[in-house]
C-alpha cells in the first residue's frame, strides 16, 4: 500500500512548501502528492487554489499574478508563526527536492485546463531531471490529461474523479473507466466519498487492469476499507499515523 502525503505532511508544515515535503518524506511517505500552476509569467509554481488568499498572505488568483509578486508572498506565517517567510515553490525547487530522495516518488496534479505546450514545458522538465519513472501526472481535467497523453505518452497518467467531476467524464466518456483507456491513464483517483458509495468502482477499476489511488483518507476505518477492495495507495493528511498503522497491522 503506497503512503501518499497529500500536499506533503500538511499537519506539520505548510500545505505544498519545502518544508512540507521534506516532513513527508521523514514521515514514511512513499509518493507526494501535490499541485501546479502556471501563473501570469509563465513560470510553473506549487499551490493547491487558484486564489492565493487561501495558503498565503496575499490576494488575487494565482493565474493574474507574475512570478515576482508570487515570491513576495508569505506561505507559511498562516500556519505557524514558526515558518513566517516561508515561499511558494517553483517547479524547479520541487525537482530540487526530489533529487535528493532518489526512491520518493511523486503525484503530480496539474490544476485546471493544460494547454499542449505549457504541459509540455513541464514534461520536459521532469525528463531533463530523469525522474519520469517516479512520476505519476494526473488531473480532474480529462482535457488537460489528454493534453499530457499527446505531449508526453511515457508518463504514467491518473484521472482524479469526485462528485463533482464524474457527470461530466461520463457524459464525454461513458463512464470513469472508459475515460482511462481513451486517455491512456494507468490509474483511476477516486475521492474517499465517491469510493464509499460505489465500492464497486474499485473492482471494477481492478478489473480494467487499472490501479487505484484514494483520496482523501485520514480514518483507520477508511484505511481498512480500502486495503479490503485493494487500493493500491491512499492519498493522506496523516502519513506519519498511516505509516505507523500499517506497520501495527503488519506486525
Not at 106 to 135: C, H, P, Y
Not at 140 to 157: D, H, N, W, Y
Not at 197 to 221: I, R, S, Y
Request: charged letters at 20%.
Amino acid at each position: 500500500m503506497l503512503i501518499i502525503a497529500h500536499r506533503g505532511n500538511k499537519n506539520v508544515a505548510p500545505e505544498n512548501t519545502l518544508p512540507a515535503f521534506e516532513a513527508a518524506a521523514r514521515a514514511g511517505a512513499h509518493m507526494i502528492e501535490t499541485d501546479i500552476y502556471p501563473c501570469k509569467t509563465g513560470e510553473i509554481v506549487i499551490i493547491h487554489d487558484e486564489d492565493v488568499s487561501h495558503s498565503t498572505n496575499g490576494n488575487g488568483k494565482i493565474t493574474q499574478l507574475s512570478f515576482t509578486e508570487i515570491n513576495q508572498l508569505d506561505a507559511g506565517g498562516n500556519f505557524s508563526p514558526a515558518y513566517q517567510g516561508t515561499k511558494i515553490p517553483t517547479l524547479e525547487q520541487l525537482i530540487e527536492f526530489f533529487q535528493r530522495y532518489p526512491k520518493l516518488e511523486l503525484l503530480l496534479e496539474f490544476k485546471g485546463i493544460w494547454s499542449d505546450q505549457d504541459a509540455q514545458r513541464v514534461a520536459t522538465a521532469l525528463n531533463n531531471a530523469n525522474l519520469r519513472d517516479r512520476v505519476i501526472v494526473e488531473s480532474f481535467e480529462a482535457e488537460t490529461v489528454k493534453a499530457l497523453q499527446i505531449v508526453a505518452p511515457e508518463f504514467r497518467r491518473g484521472l482524479l474523479i469526485e462528485h463533482a467531476s464524474i457527470a461530466q467524464v461520463n457524459n464525454v466518456y461513458g463512464d470513469p473507466i472508459q475515460a482511462c483507456h481513451k486517455l491512456g491513464a494507468m490509474c483511476l483517483n477516486p475521492s474517499m466519498e465517491l469510493i464509499t458509495e460505489n465500492p464497486e468502482l474499485v473492482t471494477q477499476a481492478h478489473e480494467a487492469g487499472l490501479q487505484v489511488l484514494a483520496w482523501t483518507g485520514n480514518q483507520p476505518a477508511q484505511w481498512v476499507q480500502l486495503l479490503d477492495l485493494g487500493a493500491e495507495g491512499i492519498c493522506t493528511d496523516r502519513p506519519e499515523f498511516l505509516a505507523g498503522w500499517l506497520a501495527g497491522r503488519a506486525a
